[in-house]
């Protein structure tokens, strides 16, 4: 098979042996109590319970009219305690749902439905309704991403299965233990989007899934299930971060680039993570919304490192020691992998939609170091993965120019946090182009503020 890749990138060491044998472990918080953020990926949702409800697995109790939002469901069943705030992914205080389990297996699933024999809309609100997002990281609601903008044509429908960040395994062993869910999440999202073309790419040191994932595929066609839904394939990819990003992979896999600003569609592509899709298969075959999460806890720190499936909203902190234990010397803890995970102040924030892994690591794999100068080595111009210059646009922000960042590639940048990884003056790029971003937005927000005024004014004028 043809190994494809991108140019750019780095090779961090890979740590993934620590857990890419061991089976996934359903677990359950001690305290029996999870703590569901209120909004999972796109708009703001508002609560439909209160205090005191009891709840069925499976129950939407948030939701948000808006249509780039997702609900999100009762993960267990049980009795609201609380409506509050709470710290979650990225150090921020969210409003969260508290259920206390009550130890009954009551459920509130949706019917199933036959993916290929239902509307396309009947399928765009069944994954709505389902509150499937993207599970890879970004949490993009799934029903945004499988309808295109009018006049796009899907030619291709990606499984992301690269898994680049280093001691993430989760996707690997769901590829492994539900390779027909996988693929059957596959076909469903082909026959959604009309892509023609299904492409699981993973990456080649993972190659021991070649035939596991093929057998799914070729007793997928045994069966068929739907026109067009049955041309699948699996592609290698070079181990190389960050071959897991969205317009890495469809470079890699098609030849194709996503243009500045655009969307996968604009390559005719639609990428979704394999915990998505078995999601997706599990929304249409069993009527199960998306409540539970499979994550990877590992790390120098951490004394037992496993794969885990567990009731979102479950607390981190929640899971030890009981599920793991740690060793001391916690230097950071890391929701998400070391590359692009952020750093928590605590263990006390709860698994959601899109939490791949938690790691627990001590000094020896985080760099603590202080900034230098930079002696403009030009390193990060030759492993960004975006073909950008960040020494430029890091010294465009700092002189304060938000002009000539973006016009060096600031907003196009994935902070994917290789040129940080090879920068020798531990310049801290990624967190600058953060900034930077954000403050782009808030000019763009007040311009746009701006002319809304001057129009109002306006219409205020013409009246009298």
């Not at 009795?79 to 710290?87: A, F, P, S, Y």
């Not at 739907?226 to 699948?232: F, N, T, Y």
């Not at 915990?275 to 919304?289: C, H």
């Not at 790691?359 to 950008?388: A, H, N, Y």
Request: proline letters at 7%; a positive charge.
């Amino acid at each position: 098979m043809n190994i494809k890749t991108f140019k750019g990138g780095v090779h961090p060491p890979e740590r993934k042996d620590l857990t890419s044998g061991l089976p996934v472990e359903s677990c359950f918080p001690s305290t029996k109590t999870v703590w569901i953020p209120v909004t999972q990926g796109g708009a703001p949702n508002k609560p439909l319970v209160q205090v005191g409800d009891t709840v069925a697995r499976g129950q939407k109790i948030a939701e948000s009219e808006a249509f780039m939002s997702a609900p999100v469901h009762a993960s267990v069943a049980g009795t609201v305690k609380k409506i509050e705030t709470h710290l979650a992914t990225g150090n921020v205080d969210v409003q969260c749902i508290v259920i206390e389990a009550d130890g009954s297996d009551r459920t509130d699933f949706m019917p199933p439905l036959d993916p290929f024999t239902c509307t396309r809309e009947e399928s765009l609100a069944r994954v709505r309704a389902a509150g499937l997002v993207g599970m890879g990281g970004a949490a993009f609601p799934a029903h945004v991403k499988f309808n295109p903008p009018k006049g796009s044509k899907i030619d291709f429908l990606i499984a992301n299965g690269a898994e680049c960040e280093p001691y993430l395994t989760i996707d690997a062993l769901t590829m492994r233990d539900e390779a027909a869910r996988v693929v059957d999440g596959v076909a469903i999202a082909m026959h959604i989007t009309g892509a023609p073309e299904g492409i699981i790419a993973i990456e080649d040191n993972k190659a021991d899934l070649v035939p596991v994932l093929e057998k799914a595929i070729a007793d997928l066609r045994s069966n068929p299930v739907g026109a067009g839904a049955r041309k699948i394939r699996v592609q290698l990819l070079k181990s190389k971060y960050p071959q897991g990003g969205e317009k890495m992979l469809i470079t890699a896999v098609t030849g194709r680039e996503v243009p500045a600003g655009g969307l996968p569609s604009a390559a005719g592509c639609a990428v979704s993570n394999v915990g998505t899709l078995k999601a997706l298969s599990e929304a249409f075959r069993e009527g199960k919304p998306l409540i539970e999460r499979g994550l990877t806890l590992s790390g120098g720190a951490c004394a037992n490192p496993k794969n885990v499936l567990v009731p979102i909203g479950t607390l981190v902190g929640d899971l030890i020691p009981e599920v793991v234990s740690l060793n001391p010397g916690v230097s950071k803890i890391l929701a998400g992998g070391p590359m692009m995970g952020i750093a928590m102040k605590s263990a006390s924030f709860p698994v959601q939609k899109n939490t791949s892994g938690v790691l627990f690591v001590t000094d020896k794999e985080t760099t603590l170091l202080e900034e230098t100068p930079c002696i403009g080595c030009g390193r990060c111009m030759q492993v960004c993965s975006c073909r950008l210059a960040p020494v430029l646009i890091v010294r465009a922000l700092k002189a304060d120019n938000l002009e000539e960042a973006k016009r060096c590639g600031l907003m196009d940048c994935i902070e994917c946090g290789t040129c940080a990884y090879v920068c020798p003056a531990r310049i801290k790029l990624v967190q600058r182009f953060r900034i930077g971003k954000a403050q782009v937005r808030a000019e763009t927000q007040k311009q746009a503020a701006k002319a809304a005024a001057k129009e109002a004014a306006k219409a205020a004028q013409g009246a009298k």
